[in-house]
């Protein structure tokens, strides 16, 4: 069933149930790697467990083979590391040291459905400013799902998120913006991270929603570094990225990727 000219796709209870098996394997694994990200470990560290993680269970790392500018997505992981804002490529020789951040970005395919989440962790102890930033993060996520209600606008998600980070002294990327999810990782609609309540399109029950917000310690401006995938803060600020995928119900929201 679709919905207006925006080709929004109202999920079924069940296909919603199929969200959910690939959700909670999302967030099983990102609160598995609470416990395995500390200095001394490699991003393909955290790819490979993820790989194998998802592959034991006989689903699909969902990022694996989707098509870039230039190549597609070599691994199952992003794992962006300091003023890497999203999609770094995990690799062996890069070796996490106490006071970085690193961000990990997951999907997962289950019997044709996606699910798709995002964390940004600390390693060893971080400055304050960067567990500033983690936390304003996390919480712009967590106010913009809570306007994820039916009968509201996805500008009110917009709006919430904007104004948690920017009251929190940090700037919202404007460049990558969440999305549509379900039998496609990315589907209609687009949902940026910066915008006005009570605007766009209103929100129905059965709508599912990958909501990301990417928060900057200084300016919002990126750019793609030469490898085409890893996109970094202009300025060399740190960056943060929280997301969750979420249904909206009859009387409210469900966290899919939360355990
Ligand atoms: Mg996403």
């Not at 500390?38 to 467990?49: A, C, H, M, Q």
């Not at 006071?99 to 459905?113: A, K, P, W």
């Not at 996390?138 to 948690?164: F, H, M, W, Y």
């Not at 990225?241 to 469900?254: L, P, R």
Request: some cysteine.
């Amino acid at each position: 069933m679709f919905f207006k000219k925006q080709n929004i796709e109202l999920k079924t209870a069940k296909e919603i149930e199929k969200m959910r098996v690939a959700g909670k394997v999302v967030g099983e694994i990102l609160e598995k790697l609470s416990e395995i990200i500390k200095p001394g470990i490699t991003t393909k560290n955290i790819d490979v467990f993820s790989e194998k993680y998802i592959r034991s269970l006989k689903m699909l790392p969902a990022f694996f083979g989707v098509q870039g500018m230039k190549y597609p997505f070599p691994s199952s992981a992003c794992v962006s590391v300091n003023d890497e804002v999203v999609h770094g490529i995990p690799n062996a020789s890069r070796v996490l040291k106490s006071g970085d951040i690193v961000s990990v970005d997951m999907g997962v395919l289950y019997e044709g459905y996606y699910g798709d989440a995002a964390r940004t962790y600390a390693v060893g102890s971080i400055s304050d400013t960067a567990a500033r930033l983690l936390r304003v993060t996390e919480q712009s996520l967590q106010k913009g799902i809570e306007q994820a209600l039916p009968g509201n606008r996805l500008g009110d998600i917009s709006c919430a998120v904007q104004e948690t980070a920017e009251n929190g002294g940090f700037s919202i990327v404007r460049d990558f913006v969440g999305h549509g999810i379900g039998r496609s990782l990315h589907e209609d609609p687009q949902i940026p991270n910066y915008g006005k309540a009570d605007t766009g399109v209103k929100l129905l029950p059965g709508m599912v929603l990958a909501i990301e917000p990417m928060v900057n310690a200084g300016s919002y401006e990126v750019y793609m570094l030469n490898d085409d995938w890893t996109v970094v803060t202009r300025d060399g600020s740190l960056s943060a990225h929280f997301e969750h995928t979420v249904a909206i119900t009859e009387d409210g929201y469900e966290i899919l990727t939360k355990v």
